[in-house]
């Protein structure tokens, strides 16, 4: 027992002379801060170096900086510091061996798509239960490539008091790496706010996880194109085409609706299904068998005229009919903006953000081959260049979703810096200096759009016109005097958007 005990004080004694002093706060940082002058300001000085990554996982401590520490204190810091760097590396560091750990092309998306669909958070959406189950069905096939926790995922089977079909909303989302299977999700979480929908927050809400498959259906569908295609009444012996893909291009095909109604469905109030279609050309279409394909409403368009003057089959789908086919924003969706008002205001900001040296880490996608383990702990890569791509493009449906956007690099840098990192707090720094701005904006914006509403009372509030003649400019030097005073300050205030 002696002897133990002394091979324990000799390791000890080893680690302490091995390791640096280190009085400061601990950080959590994988990667070493870098150190860099700026124009008129002194270097941002580099945190005392930390424990290299292995020995820290190993639950090796640094040594006090002076003082003899008891035997009793010694024996418990070890515990204690183990428990730390547990909490501060996740199991999703382990990446499995032959999984390639990028994150999959949809999570990059910078253009609006119609589908397969895509989260945002404060989406209106129609959950339907026929094709979640279908989904789900897909989700278990060995080469679909779903994770586990996605096929174990049936809300349905819940005792929730179901609708056929619900209209729900996004209220959270949040991008996970499962641990087993080092899979990217989207775990969503949905309040239900069809007439009749229970008050108890245990019935109300529930979760989703959704992933990307290669031919699955989709359940989850935008209330904007469900009402759209119930609006076209579309009737037995019309003609219409579909999208689908061929040698990974979209394209269009022709057909006609032979009946209306899924015997196979089996449930009369849901549109899943609910249109059976024969192809003029069927082998043209991927997976096209001769007879009839069942389609939703919302995934077919009408075809006017006669046949002659129909586009041929085969036609691949253009940026002006995605431009077209796109989300529509709504009134709110961008507070009493329209989509192009808001852009013409923000971008010039985010274009000075951007450039501002905060910025740096945070204006490119980080440099994998410099931080190669940077995918295995950040499950949704976000950067200032995508978010300005998406604004541009029209890929956010609504206000929030901008907003999450912004946050999640905060929460990235967070997860791989640690959150006492020079870069997390710069970070927080530029997202809520571009928050604030923005809310400022919008506050102008309501003054100016009152007066104006005032005056001419004939103005409709959310029309592009009055958007025209309100002007909401900012002094693009308050952006710097911003980001560089909440610098000095070393404080991040809460801004509500």
């Known amino acids: 027992m002696d002897d133990e005990i002394e091979r324990i004080k000799q390791e000890d004694l080893e680690e302490a002379n091995e390791l640096p002093a280190n009085d400061d706060e601990p950080s959590t940082s994988r990667r070493p801060p870098p150190t860099r002058a700026r124009a008129g300001k002194a270097s941002i000085e580099a945190p005392p170096p930390r424990v290299p990554n292995g020995s820290a996982r190993r639950g090796k401590r640094p040594a006090k900086a002076a ?12 515990a204690k510091k183990i428990k730390l760097e547990l909490e501060n590396l996740p199991a999703t560091a382990i990446v499995p061996k032959g999984v390639d750990p990028t994150p999959p092309k949809w999570l990059s998306e910078v253009l609006p798509r119609r589908t397969p669909y895509y989260p945002q958070i404060d989406d209106l959406l129609y959950y339907f239960i026929e094709a979640h189950k279908s989904f789900n069905s897909a989700a278990h096939s060995e080469d679909s490539g779903a994770d586990r926790a996605v096929h174990a995922n049936r809300p349905w089977e819940l005792p929730l008091d179901w609708n056929t079909v619900e209209l729900v909303k996004v209220t959270e989302l949040e991008i996970i790496i499962t641990k087993q299977q080092f899979k990217r999700i989207a775990k ?17 809400f529930f979760k989703i996880l959704l992933q990307e498959i290669p031919d699955a259906e989709d359940f989850l569908i935008l209330k904007q194109f469900v009402d759209q295609s119930r609006a076209l009444h579309l009737t037995a012996g019309q003609r219409v085409r579909t999208l689908f893909n061929e040698a990974d291009k979209w394209k269009w095909f022709n057909g006609e609706i032979k009946q209306i109604g899924n015997p196979a469905v089996n449930v009369a109030e849901s549109d899943f299904h609910s249109l059976g279609i024969r192809w003029d050309e069927s082998e043209h279409v991927a997976g096209g068998e001769e007879g009839v394909e069942w389609l939703s409403p919302w995934e077919v368009s009408p075809l006017g005229g006669d046949r002659g003057e129909e586009p041929r089959d085969g036609i691949e789908f253009t940026s002006e009919e995605l431009l077209e086919m796109a989300y529509k924003p709504e009134p709110g969706d961008w507070d009493c903006f329209s989509l192009e008002a808001f852009r013409q205001r923000v971008l010039p900001l985010l274009s000075e953000i951007t450039e501002n040296s905060h910025a740096e880490f945070f204006a490119a996608p980080v440099d994998t081959e410099q931080f190669h383990d940077y995918f295995h702990y950040v499950a949704a890569p976000v950067d200032l260049m995508m978010i300005r791509s998406r604004l541009e493009n029209g890929f956010y449906r609504h206000r929030s979703a901008l907003r999450h956007d912004v946050e999640q690099i905060v929460k990235n840098s967070a997860t791989y810096n640690g959150p006492l990192h020079v870069a997390t707090k710069e970070a927080n720094i530029i997202a809520s200096v571009f928050l604030e701005l923005i809310g400022y904006v919008q506050q102008l914006f309501h003054i100016r759009c009152l007066q104006t509403v005032h005056t001419n009372p004939l103005r409709q509030r959310f029309s592009d016109t009055l958007d025209s003649h309100v002007e909401c400019e900012i002094d693009t030097h308050k952006v710097t005097d911003r980001v560089n005073k909440l610098c000095e300050w070393k404080l991040v205030p809460v801004v509500m958007m």
């Open 67 to 78: 003082g003899v520490v008891g035997e009793a204190t010694r024996r418990k810091a070890p």
């Open 188 to 204: 969503i979480t949905v309040e239900r706010i069809s007439d009749g929908a229970p008050t108890d927050p245990k019935k109300r």
